[in-house]
């Protein structure tokens, strides 16, 4: 509704009605936040800073409580961030509600009048959906959230009372692996909400100086007009930057481990990375990162990698096992040669030289590396990608290291 509307619609109600109007969501929402119609399972709402997400999830959880649709799960990156911003804040689930229908909160629980249920939990611990059932669920910022996928498949097997049980994803757009996933299924629908669509219930200076500012940027694009970019304004890699390997001749090869030092639950992962020499330049071959492992298990991974792609040595950052770094190793097989490095400097600084190899086109990927893409391109400035450690790039970053910026004579192989 624009302002001038607005402005005659409360010339024409009488005092006494205008706390009615103020929750009559039919009245005041955009467009852009009702619900679509449609066969789908999951709304994916993007929209920028602003726009009015919180507001329109915390009234879809509203319409469904007074369906008597329930239990709902109402899902933030964290419990602390979904009770403080979901439930209690200011476009949350509490304001949005008249009184006389508003829920109790009891802990992680909200109890509506009519007996309809909703359950507060939080992404970044996604063992707690276990157990729990529900026939709808709101989950806010699922851009940000930690360990996305894990989280929201988690989610998905809880999500099974009801006829046709269905989920609303609130988010500021971000490249993930999640959302690129829930925009290519068929069940999604997807809205997109520019801040703009709200203008008249913002600060009139954060138009004049923040939308004015970053607006028709990259960062503008996405924050502002909740636009899906798939580079980050500040990354080091860009998809554009990844070219297919035809066929090249390879020389010599590495297979590169950044190994994690424990084995137990809340480890990094092991990044493990093969990679060839290839004229002027070099060709990713496979991408064998997993975890969490215990050391035995990365040893025997990148062992069988070697012998698997005929590698001249294993090169290992030793800056966390030191020396149990090679032992391990050489528990499986004493005769791998293994080179060890020691990390210096920064991840990020230690990347630069990598990516510059890239945009001067001299790195090809062999196909199956998806994974591997998305974190390089994730990999930001603070040494992250997605909040997590980039364990990936790391080997990547010390395979090319050794092959293209270390020296190394080539021999002539094929794989």
Known sequence: MSSRSAKTLFAQVADDELPILRFDWDLWAHDEQREPAGDWTTWLLMGGRGAGKTLAGAEWVRGLAKAEIGPIAIVGETMIEALQVMVRGPSGILRSTPPEDRPIVRGQVLQWPNGVEGLVLGASDPERFRGPQFAAAWCDEVGKWPDAEAAWDMLQFGLRLGDAPRQLATTTPRATPLIRRLLKDPLTTATRMPTKVNQNNLARSFFSAIVARYENTVLGRQELDGELIEDRPDALWLRGMFRVDEGAELGRIVVAVDPPVTGHKGSDACGIVVAAKAGQGAVVLADLSFGPARPEGWARRAVAAFHEFGADCIVAEVNQGGDLVKSVIAQEDANV??????????????????????????????AGLAALEDEMCAFGADGKAEGHSPDRVDALVWALTELMLGGGEPRVRGI
């Not at 990390?343 to 630069?352: D, F, I, L, N, Q």
């Open 337 to 366: 040669p293994v080179r060890a490095v020691h990390a210096s400097r920064g991840k990020w600084v230690r990347a630069e030289p990598v990516a510059a190899l890239y945009a001067n086109g001299r790195v090809a990927h062999r």
